[in-house]
């Protein structure tokens, strides 16, 4: 079956005709550059034989992508089927090719993503104690017994998988692949994948060290080895494969404690796609203490974390800026190290944890609920730090486990705001013309007359003049309502006719300021001398003031 893919993909790569007017021309190692080549979707989907698996679909695709690296006389460093992508280390003339080619969507530069430098702060104590972390999210007050049911991903550094506070059974885990073995998964030769780890769930009740935000033990997770031990970095498109990693693990969240500058395209398509696949992405805003976007971060379907300390201010380091989303506690925060103890360190790679930790938290209790409603939710009732609402360096907030948890108890949307009813109203002769400040709801008006209307903001004439109860009731689709009675008087007075009594304009009278005269069925009068300036002409010699009667 192989061999039939490939002879069937080389004809159909053929037509998208990168690949003879490439020639011969060799890659020098000091001339290329790491780029991302996503294929035209369209470019793709043609040569996709109908009636494959999405199993026989995805390496169909792998080995197209292949196959298309090699007619530009390079080799796929990395394929990525689910976005139509290929990595590819390409000179500047094949560069030109790829991009005058009428089947490559996007050509980018593979950007890198970093692990945050990490903030010393202090020395670990002796029997378990709880990192003030774990109660500022309000972890122990939402039971993780059904964690079981979630299963986070952690994109990171390995996981010490012998540390007597973290689970070793039932944990999953990969390696960066192919040309970027970064060594295997459970093995952390840095300590900050561990840490991470930790705070999202060192075990409870054990008697020493830490308490994770889910300490039972119960939830899944699985680690993604993006960083080899000696490296600090890893490429854009490692977390694309890296997020099918998760995926393929079974996976609703990702914990990203890492990130670096410049956007990518491929990226992002990738974390869109994903999102809208279900998965709840969450990453760390960074630590230059500048209004920078950092990347994964700041796409708009990844959850950008900020830090704050044990008094609930925001970290000098943590960045700022529109994309900052939640918070959570990032300095001096204790958890798992790879030397099989304890470590106090800053940074919002620790704010992260708390936050993915959370999410699986919440979820576990909720897992009907989408990806989307477990977002709102954590935003919905975030602790508002800050100028009053969403800010830059918070942004909703610092996440509260306990506080989703009661919004999502009445429903993955939430409950209903309490209806709070209120309106004003103007008044021109019979005429009442109401506007609705009320909460959100259905509406009820009764306008004291035996009339009635459910219009959001009605006007009403009433029949004679008088003084009325209004009352307006507001109520949420919950059946809880609001109401308010204002008192409305209407006389029958009207403004006087115009022009009674008055002659009509003439060209040959001199006016003074003050005069007042008839014209076309109009009263004006004079705000300046004049002679033969006619009224509906010169509206600075005449104001229009009533229509005749
Ligand atoms: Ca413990
Ligand atoms: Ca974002
Ligand atoms: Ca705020």
Redesign the pocket.
């Known amino acids: 079956m192989k061999h039939n893919f490939l002879t069937s993909t080389k004809c159909t790569l053929l037509a998208l005709g990168v690949a003879s007017a490439l020639g011969t021309a060799t890659a020098h190692a000091s001339n290329t550059e790491r780029m991302i080549v996503t294929l035209k979707s369209e470019a793709m989907a043609n040569t996709l034989p109908v009636a494959m698996s999405n199993a026989e679909i995805t390496e169909f695709k792998a080995q197209s992508l292949s196959l298309f690296a090699n007619d530009l006389n390079t080799t796929a460093i990395k394929t990525l089927p689910n976005i139509n992508a290929v990595v590819l280390e390409v000179t500047p003339e094949q560069l030109a090719q790829l991009e005058k080619s009428g089947d490559v969507e996007t050509v980018e530069v593979d950007p890198k993503r970093y692990v945050p430098e990490v903030i010393e702060a202090g020395i670990s104590p002796l029997a378990?104690s709880t990192p003030y972390g774990i109660n500022m999210v309000q972890a122990k007050l939402v039971s993780d017994a059904a964690a079981a049911n979630r299963k986070v991903c952690i994109m990171d550094t390995g996981y010490h998988r012998a540390h007597?506070?973290l689970v070793s059974a039932g944990v999953t885990g990969d390696d960066g692949y192919g040309s970027n073995d970064t060594g295997l998964w459970y093995n952390d030769g840095n300590g900050h994948g561990t840490h991470v780890a930790g705070t999202i769930a060192?075990?409870?009740?054990?008697?020493?060290?830490?308490?994770?935000v889910n300490?039972s033990g119960n939830l899944g997770l699985h680690i993604v080895k993006v960083f080899n031990d000696s490296g600090r970095w890893a490429y854009g498109s490692d977390l694309i494969e890296a997020i099918n990693q998760c995926e393929a693990a079974g996976s609703h969240i990702t914990s990203m404690s890492l990130g670096g500058s410049g956007s990518s395209t491929a990226e992002r398509n990738a974390f869109d796609q994903s999102y809208q696949r279900g998965m709840l992405h969450i990453a760390a805003a960074g630590n230059g203490g500048n209004s920078a976007l950092s990347y994964p971060a700041s796409y708009n379907n990844v959850v950008s974390v900020a830090a704050v300390d044990s008094s609930e201010n925001k970290a000098s380091f943590s960045q700022y800026n529109s994309q900052v989303e939640i918070a959570g506690p990032g300095v001096g925060v204790n958890s798992t190290w790879n030397n099989g103890g304890y470590r106090s360190i800053s940074g919002t790679s620790m704010a992260t944890p708390h936050v993915s930790g959370v999410a699986a938290l919440v979820w576990s209790n909720f897992p009907n609920c989408s990806n989307a409603d477990i977002r709102a939710a954590l935003n919905a009732t975030a602790k508002d730090k800050g100028a009053a609402g969403r800010d830059t360096s918070y942004g909703y907030g610092i996440v509260q486990a306990k506080a989703a948890y009661d919004y999502l108890a009445q429903g993955c949307g939430g409950g209903d705001p309490v209806p709070v009813a209120n309106f004003s109203y103007t008044t021109d002769g019979l005429k009442a013309t109401f506007s609705n400040s009320s909460t959100v709801g259905t509406y009820n008006w009764t306008f004291g007359d035996g009339n009635s209307s459910s219009q959001s903001s009605p006007s009403h004439t009433y029949a004679q003049a008088g003084t009325y109860d209004v009352t307006l009731k507001v109520t949420n689709s919950a059946g809880d309502f609001d109401s308010i009675v204002k008192q409305v008087t209407v006389d029958d007075v009207v403004t006087p006719p115009g022009c009674t009594g008055l002659s009509a304009w003439s060209a040959s009278t001199f006016y003074r300021v003050g005069d007042k005269v008839s014209y076309n069925g109009y009263e004006y009068h004079s705000i300046w001398w004049s002679r033969g300036a006619r009224p509906d002409v010169f509206s600075n010699v005449w104001r229009k003031v009533a229509k005749c009667n």
């Open positions: 378990e007597e506070d060192a075990l409870g009740g054990n008697g020493t060290g830490v308490v994770g300490p």
